[in-house]
């Protein structure tokens, strides 16, 4: 971690430089209180004005930062290391809602989670809010068999069942209309529908629209593009972001604090690893490829080892920036990490760059 900035609040506060910043203030006694800011500068000198705490403090602790992103990274960071207990609390950072698919139950069913789980299933998102993880999670049921009761079954012929049920839109477990291992086929189609974001029940529809077509079965044809189309817009719908968070890839391209520079922020697998700084500078005058060392730079780039717990915080910190009205900089996901974007990634470089 890049060490701080010390300054003693005895000092001129007016040394302070006047950007974004992430702060800690320490007091002659207890736990340091830590801050971010755009203006440290005026926060600070507002702040020890106003509540004359050089009386009850004695130095603050800095870090610049080039980018809101790199603000809520450092501040984790921090909270993590002197809040260890509550620094949940002290970081109010909220957690993102989540569509589970259990399939450690007997019969498989989904539901709409603000926390992961080590259990067998798949976590799809994260979304920006609860209602359109729920709203995806009606959406994509639709498509499919699968149960929407949340209940422990006990399957039994005399099980009163449910309208889905009646509907066709269930297979009906509780009543034993179908067998476990037939009812658990309708959980892989799921979890292959959540894990690849419906590309194979699109190539399906496309497939079978096209031999309609070509056999003049204009009526057919119409159904398997409506039923394309309606899968399209339910994932298009999900936003860039949500998917199997096992095979969440991207990286976040930011502003950094040091001139003709920007932060590349990675994220394997749902998990943040160390930002790379990464500058457009010439060097000995002339130009680098950047292509050839953004390949560099993403083959040594590997998943970090994290628990179930801190997964979820990076997950939350993600979705906080992305979701944000206050996003900086530009995400762009990797959705085949052998094969990624290096000319998006390049020119969302030089966009940054330029914003700076």
């Not at 920007?262 to 394997?268: H, S």
């Amino acid at each position: 971690m890049v060490p701080p900035v010390t300054l003693s609040l005895s000092e001129d506060l007016s040394q302070l430089p006047p950007g974004q910043a992430v702060y800690l203030l320490w007091p002659r006694e207890g736990r340091p209180h830590l801050g971010r800011t755009n203006v440290l500068r005026r926060r600070l000198t507002r702040l020890v004005e106003k509540w004359s705490l050089a009386r009850v403090a004695d130095r603050v602790e800095y870090w610049l930062t080039g980018s809101n992103l790199e603000q809520w990274q450092r501040s984790y960071f921090l909270a993590r290391q002197h809040f260890p207990d509550d620094y949940e609390r002290v970081l109010r950072l909220p957690k993102p809602a989540y569509v589970r698919l259990l399939l450690s139950n007997t019969y498989p069913r989904t539901q709409v989670t603000t926390r992961l789980s080590g259990a067998r299933g798949i976590s799809y998102g994260p979304f920006s809010s609860r209602s359109a993880a729920e709203q995806f999670e009606g959406g994509f049921l639709d498509l499919f068999q699968l149960r929407r009761c949340q209940e422990d079954l006990a399957p039994s012929p005399e099980h009163p069942g449910c309208i889905y049920g009646e509907m066709l839109r269930c297979l009906r477990p509780c009543q034993q209309a179908v067998s476990v291992e037939e009812y658990a086929s309708e959980g892989r189609r799921v979890a292959e529908f959540l894990s690849h974001r419906g590309a194979k029940l699109l190539d399906a529809s496309a497939l079978a629209r096209d031999r309609a077509s070509a056999d003049l079965d204009f009526e057919a044809a119409a159904r398997e593009h409506a039923r394309w189309e309606r899968v399209t817009s339910l994932i298009k719908a999900t936003g860039e972001l949500a998917r199997d968070v096992q095979g969440l890839h991207g990286v976040a391209v930011t502003r950094s604090a040091q001139p003709l520079t920007v932060l590349l922020w990675f994220v394997r697998e749902g998990l943040w690893t160390e930002p790379r700084e990464f500058s457009v500078a010439p060097v000995g005058g002339k130009p680098v490829p950047l292509d050839a060392r953004l390949r560099e730079i993403v083959g040594t780039v590997e998943t970090v080892k994290a628990t179930l717990a801190e997964r979820q915080d990076h997950l939350a910190l993600l979705a906080k920036w992305f979701y944000s009205s206050w996003r900086d900089g530009e995400w762009i996901t990797i959705a085949d990490w052998p094969e990624a974007p290096y000319r998006r990634m390049v020119n969302a470089i030089h966009r940054v760059v330029r914003a700076t």
